[in-house]
Every structure is written in C-alpha cells, then in structure tokens.
C-alpha cells in the first residue's frame, strides 16, 4: 500500500462563501440598493486593486438572493469566454440564457425560450457581420449572402439589433414574478480592452430597460485605461474613457483595505478553516462579525463560548504574520494567501528533507526572505561559524538595552530590517543552518560561496591521485557544519570546468558522499548540471554505479538512455544498469 502523502497547508484563490473581511458593510447596502425597485436601470461597480476581494463580495451579493423567486442573479466572466471577437454578443446570449434557467413554470419558460431565440438569431446576424469583417467567412457564402448581411436592417425586424432592445422588454414581460434581473459580470478588469468595451457596449444595450441591474468587479483604474487604449485612434482616449464609464456606472463603491486588525483576523481565520466544519466556521465567522461592528479588538478574542476556536499557537502566528507583512502586502487578501501558500510549500519540503523549525521561526525567515531578500542573502552567505554572531549583532542593533550604548549594524544587513528583527521569536538560539540551507537552495542563493583556504585545500586533496589523502579529505570534510559542506561541494563540482574530464570530480564527490548521506540530492543535481555531456567518462559512470546512492544510481539509468552522450558511455552505463538489476 503506498505511503500516504504529509497534508501541506494550501489555500486556494478562489472567492469565499464567508465573509471574512468584514464586507457585510459593502454587500449590504449593495443588496438594498437592488431592492429598490422605482430606480431603473442601475449600474454598479464595486472597486478595488487587484486581489482586494471583488470576486468575493460577487459571491456574498449572489447568496443573499439565493431562493428569491423575484430576483435573478445571471454571474459571467468576460474574461473566460471562449469567443473573444464577440464578446458583447457572448455577454447577451449568457444573460438570456441565465434568464431561462431559473424559470420553474413550465409554460414561461416555453415562452420564455421562445422569445430569447429571436434575440439570440439577432446576435447570430450580428456575428456574421463581424466574421466576415474579419475575413473569417469569406470562403464559405456567396457574394450575395454577403451583401444581405450588410444591408442596413429594418429597426423593427427579426434580424436588427436596433430593435433588441423593445424584444427584451417583451421578454421580461413573460416573467411576471421577477422584478430584478441582477448580472454580476466579474474580472473586467482581466479583458483586454477591446473585450471591456464591448462588455460595457452590451451592458448599455439593457440600461433603458426596467428592472435591470449591473454589478461591475473590477479595477476601475485599469478598466479605465483600457477603454483609453481601445479609443486611442480617436483623440480623445483619456478624456472620453472618464465620461464613458461615468455614464454607464451610477453608484461606484470602493472596498476598503485591510487594517492590520483585520488582517490579523483575515489569517486567523484562514488558518482556522483547514480544520474546523462549515458549522464551526459560520460561528466564528459571526463572532468576528460582532466584534467588527461592536468596534471590539482584537477580533479572534473572547472565543470560549464558540463550539471551536483557533488555537493559541495559530492565533500567534496570525499576530506575527499580520505584523510582519509589508503595509501593501497586509492590507492586500490575495497577497496574504499567496504567503500563506509560500509558507505551506516551504513547510512541506522542509518536512520532508528532515529539516525541523517552529511555524513561528519559519515564518519568521520567510519575512526576511521575501521583503529584504538582500539582508537574507548575506546571512545565508556567512559562515556556519559566524552566523550565530551576526544574529546575536543584528538583534542586539534592533532592540537595544536602553543603557545609551547602541550596536552597529551589522554589515550587509539593510536598516529597514530593525522592526523584524526586534520582533519575535528571537532567532540567536535557533539552530537556523540545515533551515537557511534548504531555503538557500529553493532560491538559488550562494550559501558561504568564500570557502576557507584549508576548506579548499581538501577539496584539491579529494580531485588528487592519493587515495589515502582523498579519505582523509573526505572524512575531515564530513565533519564540518551542512552548510559549509554544501558550499564545499559546490566548489568541488565547479572544479568541472578547468578539466576535460568529470571523472576525478565524481570519484571525489561519491567518495564525500559516502561519508555524509545528506549530501546525495546536492550531489546528483551538481553532476547532472555540471559534469554532464562531453566531460562525463565511463569511469565517471562506474564511480556513480558503484556508490550504492539511489540518487546517484538514478544518473547512471538516465545515462543509458541519453544517445547524446558518447557511445562508449552510454555502453558503460548499459553495463552497469545492467548489473545492478542482476542481469
């Protein structure tokens, strides 16, 4: 039976059926707006950047009508449709034929379908028209049939758009219990900018009908530009993009950033929820609510009553996390689940590399990692020896004893960095090494590229002729911190270069290797990067089949089946696969 996977803690982008952000305040007077029925017709947009939560509020709008039989909600995504060239058309036919799913009586709906299949044969000639613009159709009509799709149109004809518009009417007329039609129409602001005016194009088709509402998510900064961009030819791009969308959206709403007391509770729940019931979660959810409205911090607080609550160690972590992030990132939904994701990775491999850190520690390096990635890299190049040092240095220059006698910065560390490195955990007990070599090597970091001289000395002892000199190097070598090691090896395989051959570097290496396990991935990916190709030999390959390494024997089975090696080494490698399966 395989083994089953470790869970890595993941969280997806899609939008949330709870309100975690507190955007009841947003949604509500969204909703009360719609159910004002006098005001027709009604376009809205509810605004903010990229990742603020647009799709989300979407959904929360759809359930608050959710078994209202007098209100339809039609949902589309510009941006998904199959059919770019017509995207205004697409938008019509979805909204029609969202009208149609959700009629229940049958005879309406027969009626129902009946008229929306003359709307939709208006679109069809409306189609053609731009297929054969585009040179699409050319091949396949006559000249005449050409001709007839180009003539101007009766207004009041089956095939006209000009009369779309009094059809829908009678369409509506049908339904005698709804007295909204709701589109919420999402990612706008994805479209490319022919695709938003024609969105917007289609939109203006239904605004001199009753009982139409539109709820615009989008950036409206972009949505803006690209209306800008599409009207470019004519002069007046800028100035007319501002009066355009003006015209069309009556009520703009802009979502409000996160504060950090919010952030706070946004993770918290999100950590929360990859443990907790729908049932449990909807009661959290409504306690934070309370909180919010009742002005009460922090939000996850006075939790005893709930029938589940996060615990202490992930209310922490929510705390650090929300106080760690930069201003941009913190009042950001998306950008805060994209480092949650970031830390579910890391977590993961470190899991199953053997690398052990606290969430909090871990977390921590991530921080410096991803907002002061120059500050991490000094510390990841400094010795194993030295980075304890430069740790007590660099939180001793952040929080300073109050005696009046202030510590340096340390050099290569950036001043931006006081507030996390005053923050806690502290890091100068943790053993960070076989950590920072791991993140090192996820994010292609030199880790203490300087080795010492006798470091480098043994690295000439391992490439000698030697071989007691070579198992002296090996075992003195194995002794030394992972991190150093590591660096070493590096060195070593880069030894590839200024030889003809790779069979000195990989006797050395498998030799090293055998004295350390841990080094074996580090091992295969630098031979397999380094000493591959015109430099590999068929004593290289006899070294590798005979480590007794999976890793290592791994190169070997690939190195059979690679024909752009030479020959006498792709049969050296034949021969060994072969003899390592008992053949």
């Not at 507190?22 to 009360?32: E, H, Q, R, S």
């Not at 990742?51 to 941006?79: H, M, Q, R, Y």
């Not at 029609?96 to 129902?112: F, N, R």
Request: hydrophobic residues 45%.
């Amino acid at each position: 039976m395989a083994a089953t996977s470790p869970r890595i803690r993941l969280w997806d982008d899609n939008p949330s059926s709870f309100d975690f952000l507190g955007f009841d305040a947003v949604v509500d007077p969204i909703v009360a707006a719609v159910r004002e029925h006098h005001i027709h017709p009604l376009t809205m947009s509810v605004q903010s950047p990229w990742g603020g939560g647009k799709s989300t509020i979407l959904k929360l709008i759809a359930a608050e009508f959710e078994g209202d039989s007098t209100c339809f909600v039609v949902s589309t995504n510009p941006w998904a449709y199959d059919d770019q060239d017509d995207v205004k058309g697409s938008l019509i036919s979805e909204i029609l034929h969202g009208i149609q799913a959700q009629i229940t009586d049958a005879g309406v709906k027969e009626s129902v379908a009946k008229k929306a299949k003359e709307l939709l044969g208006r679109i069809s000639w409306s189609r053609a028209a731009v297929a054969i613009a585009r040179g699409a159709l050319t091949f396949q009509v006559n000249p005449q049939e050409i001709a007839d799709i180009f003539r101007p149109k009766d207004p009041a004809g089956p095939d006209s758009m000009a009369g779309f518009n009094d059809a829908y009417k009678e369409l509506l007329a049908l339904i005698p219990d709804v007295q909204r039609v709701v589109v919420l129409v999402d990612d706008l602001d994805r479209c490319l900018p022919d695709a938003v005016t024609a969105t917007l194009e289609a939109i203006k088709l239904f605004l001199s009908t009753d009982k139409m509402v539109f709820v615009l998510a989008a950036d409206q900064d972009m949505v803006r530009d690209a209306i800008s961009v599409s009207l470019d030819g004519a002069r007046r791009g800028d100035v007319f993009a501002k009066r355009y969308l003006e015209k069309i959206v009556q009520l703009p709403i802009a979502l409000p950033r996160l504060s950090p007391a919010d952030a706070e509770a946004y993770i918290g729940l999100l950590i929360a929820g990859r443990s907790m019931d729908v049932a449990e979660m909807r009661a959290l959810t409504d306690h934070v609510r309370v909180r919010r409205n009742a002005n009460q911090a922090p939000l996850l607080h006075d939790l005893e009553s709930l029938p589940a609550a996060p615990s202490q160690e992930d209310l922490a972590l929510a705390t650090q996390l929300a106080e760690g992030l930069s201003a941009d990132r913190r009042s950001n939904p998306r950008q805060i689940k994209r480092f949650l994701n970031a830390f579910g990775v890391r977590e993961s491999i470190a899991r199953s590399r053997g690398v052990s850190v606290a969430p909090a520690v871990m977390i921590k390096m991530l921080l410096l990692e991803e907002l002061y990635r120059s500050s991490f890299n000094s510390l990841a190049g400094t010795s194993a020896q030295d980075r304890k040092n430069l740790l007590i240095r660099w939180e001793a220059w952040a929080s300073p004893p109050g005696d009046g006698e202030e510590a340096a910065l340390p050099d290569g560390i950036d001043e931006a960095t006081r507030d996390w490195a005053a923050s806690l955990p502290a890091l100068r007990d943790e053993d960070l090494d076989p950590y920072i070599s791991l993140a090192a090597s996820l994010i292609n970091v030199s880790m203490g590229a300087q080795v010492s001289d006798d470091v480098l000395g043994l690295i000439n002892a391992l490439l000698g002729e030697s071989e007691a000199a070579r198992n002296v190097a090996a075992d003195t070598l194995s002794e030394r911190g992972q991190d150093e090691q590591l660096a070493a090896l590096d060195v070593l395989i880069g030894a590839t270069k200024r030889t003809d051959d790779a069979e000195a570097v990989v006797r050395g290496t498998v030799l090293w290797v055998s004295k350390n396990h841990t080094l074996e991935d580090a091992a295969a990916t630098g031979i397999a990067a380094h000493c591959w190709g015109a430099r590999l030999t068929p004593g290289a390959i006899v070294e590798l089949a005979g480590s007794g390494r999976p890793a290592l024997i791994g190169l070997v089975r690939r190195a059979a089946t690679d024909t752009s090696l030479h020959p006498s080494v792709q049969a050296a490698a034949s021969d060994e696969v072969e003899q390592l399966s008992g053949n």
